[in-house]
């Protein structure tokens, strides 16, 4: 079945750690994104990628790095200059031609800071 | 700047019942819009897409949605309320091609029996 897959589901990491959230499509989609949802507040946007080795920086980028060494893959790393990390971590994909301009969205992972 | 506003923080629906869930936006160019559907701890469902043609579009469990232009709104309908409808319900506008999403602040439904 395709379809986008993130671990772990639950993440717990003590202040001052970095940790890395993983994001894996198999729907050859050329872009994908990641999302942070906090309660009240949607989904604000961290980073994007359109393509392999080339990203950009979303809203809320500060305190987050990702990489886009292959297609199918796209982790996002909180690092301890995030400030309040804990959160809902969302990943999606889509494609980027043709009719088909929908984010599909993965099941998420929720980070908490102790 | 982009925007969208779903006003309605929470919305609690008897069982049977009809729905409108409101969402407005905010954009320069011609939009794309969406209503996504998100259970407690899960991700997020697309419910139906609205890219031109038919202002009146289709979705998935029994949802629809009009897109009016005048009113730059894109409400969300459903006739008859079921118990799994409960849920929080995002909508969100983009544009053709590769897209950032703008999300509103989303809608929790209630149905009561």
């Known amino acids: 079945d395709g379809g986008i897959t993130q671990s772990p589901k639950y993440l717990f990491r003590k202040e001052g750690q970095n940790v890395t959230l993983s994001c894996e499509q198999n729907?050859?989609?050329?872009?994908m994104y990641w999302y942070r949802q906090d309660p009240g507040q949607g989904l604000r946007l961290i980073y994007y990628?359109?393509?392999?080795?080339?990203?950009q920086k979303g809203d809320i980028a500060e305190g987050y790095s990702v990489s886009r060494e292959k297609k199918e893959s796209f982790p996002l790393t909180v690092t301890s200059a995030q400030k309040n990390p804990t959160a809902f971590y969302l990943c999606a994909s889509s494609s980027t031609s043709g009719s088909t301009d929908t984010q599909y969205f993965g099941p998420g992972t929720r980070l908490t800071v102790l | 700047a982009q925007s969208v506003t779903q006003p309605d923080i929470h919305i609690t629906v008897s069982e049977g019942a009809s729905l409108e869930l409101r969402c407005n936006y905010s954009?320069?160019?011609?939009?794309?819009l969406f209503w996504y559907v998100q259970s407690p701890g899960q991700g997020l469902q697309l419910l139906l897409k609205y890219f031109s043609g038919d202002t009146l579009v289709q979705g998935i469990k029994g949802f629809e949605a009009e897109f009016k232009r005048s009113q730059s709104s894109f409400n969300l309908r459903k006739p008859s309320v079921h118990w799994s409808d409960a849920a929080e319900y995002f909508c969100a506008v983009g544009a053709r091609g590769f897209q950032k999403l703008v999300f509103g602040t989303g809608t929790r439904l209630l149905v009561s029996p």
């Open positions: 729907l050859n989609h050329d872009a």
């Open positions: 990628s359109q393509i392999v080795n080339d990203f």
């Open positions: 954009y320069g160019a011609t939009p794309y």
